[in-house]
């Protein structure tokens, strides 16, 4: 029976412990490369999936991951980021991961099979077709990733399947199905290497267009940023002197006015009045920046 693509010596490493470092550092390194260029190919399907998001997240549903052992740690690392980088409502985001966050002291390989826990952590979410569910596995056959995905298809959630092996139990649930085809490993089966860096770059493409999509970000800045510690205070206001033309002073102001939230304060440094009429412009304009700024500009 042949092994699965994620389970395949790669014929580079052969003799790879007889190797100076450079050698060795200089064939990690083409394996990430190689990696990381496999996400190319997966554009159409990361395209739907982030269309997905941001219905979701418009609509009201909730963002949910799911994955096990490494695969969880890329869901965790893209997960935690949205709240602050671009105001996704926290309660909204949640990860199911094999293990709970005992796995953050502690990457036991157990957990990724109990297909139970996977079952039950779903169910327990009370999902509705508002929700939708990314389920995340290197191999595609993770018994606990398979099982929160079959929960989720079962209550009508939009589920977005993230895989390295084609032809996988989990991407025959996808809505959106993603096959990142990574080359074999360079230290067989350590899919925390290629497999873990093309999964962090997908899930970075989907929370970051469905973000753009939502109006989060404005040319290349992330104005929905929740500015809560000095350096993010010094990025908001510099984004408000360049997106406006205002001086620092004048940003630094019109963030204070508005409570630190970035989008009304970009209003405001427009010539909004008041942050009553900057909240109504993007209430009026489903939190989109640009509309907001034409429609002040041309009342």
């Known amino acids: 029976?042949?092994?699965?693509?994620?389970?395949?010596?790669?014929?580079?490493?052969?003799?790879?412990?007889?190797?100076?470092?450079?050698?060795?550092?200089?064939?990690?390194?083409?394996?990430?490369?190689?990696?990381?260029?496999?996400?190319?190919?997966?554009?159409?399907?990361?395209?739907?999936?982030?269309?997905?998001?941001?219905?979701?997240?418009?609509?009201?549903?909730?963002?949910?991951?799911?994955?096990?052992?490494?695969?969880?740690?890329?869901?965790?690392?893209?997960?935690?980021?949205?709240?602050g980088t671009f105001g996704f409502p926290q309660e909204r985001i949640i990860v199911l991961f094999a293990g709970g966050s005992d796995i953050l002291r502690h990457l036991r390989g157990g957990p990724e099979d109990d297909a139970t826990a996977g079952s039950a952590e779903a169910e327990a979410l009370h999902l509705t077709d508002a929700d939708c569910v990314i389920a995340i596995s290197a191999s595609g056959s993770t018994p606990y990733a398979v099982a929160a995905a079959q929960v989720a298809k079962s209550h009508g959630a939009q589920v977005i399947a993230i895989a390295n092996n084609s032809d996988s139990p989990l991407g025959s649930l996808g809505d959106a199905n993603i096959v990142l085809s990574t080359p074999p490993e360079t230290i067989a089966g350590s899919t925390r290497m290629g497999a873990g860096t093309a999964q962090k770059i997908t899930l970075n493409m989907i929370s970051t267009l469905a973000a753009l999509r939502l109006g989060h970000i404005y040319d290349g800045y992330m104005v929905n940023v929740v500015a809560d510690n000095a350096k993010l205070v010094t990025r908001a206001q510099t984004m408000i002197t360049e997106i406006t033309g205002v001086s620092f002073p004048e940003a630094q102001a019109a963030l204070e006015r508005a409570q630190l939230a970035v989008k009304p304060a970009i209003l405001l440094a427009a010539g909004a009045p008041d942050l009553a009429s900057a909240e109504t412009l993007l209430n009026t304009h489903s939190g989109q920046l640009r509309p907001a700024l034409r429609a002040l500009a041309h009342p």
């Open 1 to 83: 029976m042949p092994q699965p693509r994620t389970e395949q010596k790669n014929k580079n490493a052969n003799a790879l412990d007889l190797r100076s470092n450079a050698e060795i550092l200089a064939l990690f390194a083409d394996g990430q490369v190689a990696a990381a260029q496999c996400v190319s190919a997966t554009i159409p399907s990361i395209d739907a999936a982030a269309t997905i998001v941001a219905k979701t997240l418009q609509s009201g549903g909730r963002l949910i991951y799911a994955a096990a052992g490494s695969s969880a740690l890329m869901a965790l690392a893209d997960a935690l980021e949205l709240p």
